[in-house]
């Protein structure tokens, strides 16, 4: 009897830390989220799966936190941050293509953002880095997308220390680097890393911590052109430079997320936050040393290579279950539901997302709720899509940025190639099994009829949902019509 009373107590006890913890009681403060990308790494260009690489910190968070092994992304920046803000497919939305800096094009502006529900939750809200969802007018630009503050570039990429960007005949240059709406001409000559980790730092010191932060932190690095400050590169001496120089375009962000831990630290905000760090898409394999093993294929393409991605998740309090590989299936659309849980925040009964709440995969270790996914589609080629250890390509997997002999002239070996050639025969239908070969070195889609039947289905179907916005280049956009610089509104 006293057993059982002693049980009832415990057990009252323990429900009462439960919801405590869990059901956003006053004692229990909403996390702060950090999202943090870098972008184009390859799956291997971390030091705990490359030991070459210098990341500690990056490694320590992987070691603390969970690192999710199956983590699909889209082949491209722009799709991958589409999927991620809005919990929904990018080919559903006509996000399915990267914008050109002057594209007339901009994320719909009838779609939610992740950041807009998580401003509307109480949340200050801070985007830095990349944006690339389009700038033409200013309703495309983050602080009128959810954003309190943004600091960075609008557009895909450009010189790390000038700031500046080309337009799509070469024929003009512009800076392209906002402090909120104000164009920042004082940043020229400073490493974008450099700025957007001391921003990152200089906002959780003067974070109010009365309310729960949420960062959008979209670093440059480690994206083409593969330039970093030379200390970095000495850090690996001996190395070819070029290699070198790309380890240390990783060793940088490296370090800034090793000063935005220590500011949480020191702020009392680190064991209430939960950091996400992940790429947005694979690597470009014309960086020297970059490599996505042990998985076929590089940014672009739908191969595991381009689509699967370094992330990992760690948070002292919000995450039970942490030090391991989970390897259920996760993407990229599951970030929004998933935040949204973390945050304590139903989504709208209204809010149709193709994202799955991943919230018990993520906080005790659960079987992932997803068992299959559309990597991307197209209307004629690179479309994929995975059921369980199925894998089903339709048409070409990815454009050819380079040939195998220019990679060979760029000193590539063939332990750079993730284990294979990167390319392709123009196969119509290709079926892996990726359990027993996740480096797609085997079409099995003769062998299996039935399996191709199914999937092609699902490809079918999703392809009835495929549209694209219009990606039209307008003159307008060039920067001789905005005193040389890149600026919204010219739709
Ligand atoms: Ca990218």
């Known amino acids: 009897m006293l057993r059982y009373a002693l049980f009832l107590l415990i057990s009252a006890v323990l429900y009462g830390y439960y919801n405590l913890y869990h059901t956003g009681s006053t004692a229990w403060k909403k996390p702060h989220v950090l999202f943090i990308t870098a972008d184009d790494l390859g799956y291997s260009d971390v030091g705990f799966r490359n030991k070459e690489i210098i990341s500690p910190n990056i490694d320590g968070l992987a070691q603390e936190g969970v690192i999710l092994s199956a983590s699909y992304l889209q082949p491209f920046c722009t799709p991958s941050r589409a999927a991620i803000l809005t919990g929904k497919y990018p080919y559903k939305i006509g996000m399915q293509l990267p914008f050109a800096i002057d594209h007339k094009?901009?994320?719909?502006?009838?779609?939610?953002?992740?950041?807009?529900?998580?401003?509307?939750?109480?949340?200050?809200?801070?985007?830095?880095?990349?944006?690339?969802?389009?700038?033409?007018?200013?309703?495309?630009?983050?602080?009128?997308?959810?954003?309190?503050?943004?600091?960075?570039?609008?557009?895909?990429?450009?010189?790390?220390?000038?700031h500046i960007n080309y337009n799509s005949d070469d024929s003009e240059e512009g800076l392209d680097f906002r402090d909120n709406d104000r164009l920042a001409t004082e940043v020229t000559g400073q490493y974008s890393t450099d700025l957007y980790g001391k921003r990152a730092v200089s906002l959780i010191e003067h974070h109010n911590t009365e309310y729960p932060l949420f960062m959008w932190l979209a670093f440059q690095n480690v994206h083409s052109p593969v330039t970093v400050p030379d200390e970095y590169i000495q850090m690996y001496p001996g190395m070819d430079r070029d290699k070198a120089s790309y380890y240390g375009t990783v060793t940088i962000v490296?370090?800034?997320?090793?000063?935005?831990?220590?500011?949480?630290?020191?702020?009392?905000?680190?064991?209430?936050?939960?950091?996400?760090?992940?790429?947005?898409?694979?690597?470009?394999?014309?960086?020297?040393?970059?490599?996505?093993?042990?998985?076929?294929?590089?940014?672009?393409?739908?191969?595991e290579g381009g689509t699967r991605g370094v992330t990992l998740i760690a948070g002292t309090k919000a995450i039970k279950k942490k030090g391991y590989t989970h390897d259920g299936l996760f993407h990229a659309i599951d970030w929004t539901p998933t935040i949204m849980h973390f945050a304590q925040q139903s989504l709208d009964s209204d809010t149709m997302l193709d994202g799955v709440d991943q919230y018990d995969m993520i906080y005790k270790g659960d079987n992932s709720k997803r068992t299959e996914f559309i990597y991307q589609v197209m209307p004629d080629h690179k479309t994929a899509v995975r059921v369980g250890k199925y894998k089903l390509v339709m048409g070409l997997p990815g454009q050819k940025f380079h040939s195998v002999e220019t990679a060979k002239e760029r000193g590539f070996t063939k332990t750079m190639l993730p284990t294979h050639d990167i390319y392709t025969t123009d196969s119509n239908i290709m079926l892996f099994n990726l359990e027993d070969d996740p480096g797609e070195t085997t079409d099995i889609s003769e062998r299996h009829p039935d399996i191709v039947k199914k999937l092609k289905a699902k490809v079918e179907a999703a392809r009835a949902d495929y549209k694209q916005i219009d990606l039209k280049i307008d003159p307008l956009a060039a920067p001789s019509h905005f005193d040389g610089s890149w600026s919204p509104g010219w739709c």
Request: aromatic share 14%; proline share 3%.
């Open 254 to 303: 490296d370090e800034y997320m090793g000063k935005i831990i220590a500011a949480l630290k020191k702020r009392d905000m680190y064991d209430n936050s939960l950091i996400i760090f992940t790429s947005d898409n694979g690597a470009t394999l014309y960086s020297i040393g970059a490599s996505n093993a042990p998985f076929r294929g590089e940014k672009s393409t739908v191969w």
């Open 105 to 162: 094009a901009c994320l719909p502006l009838n779609e939610t953002l992740l950041s807009q529900r998580l401003k509307k939750a109480g949340y200050k809200t801070h985007a830095l880095g990349k944006w690339h969802l389009g700038f033409c007018n200013w309703d495309c630009t983050p602080t009128r997308r959810g954003f309190d503050t943004f600091y960075g570039m609008y557009a895909a990429y450009g010189d790390k220390l000038l």
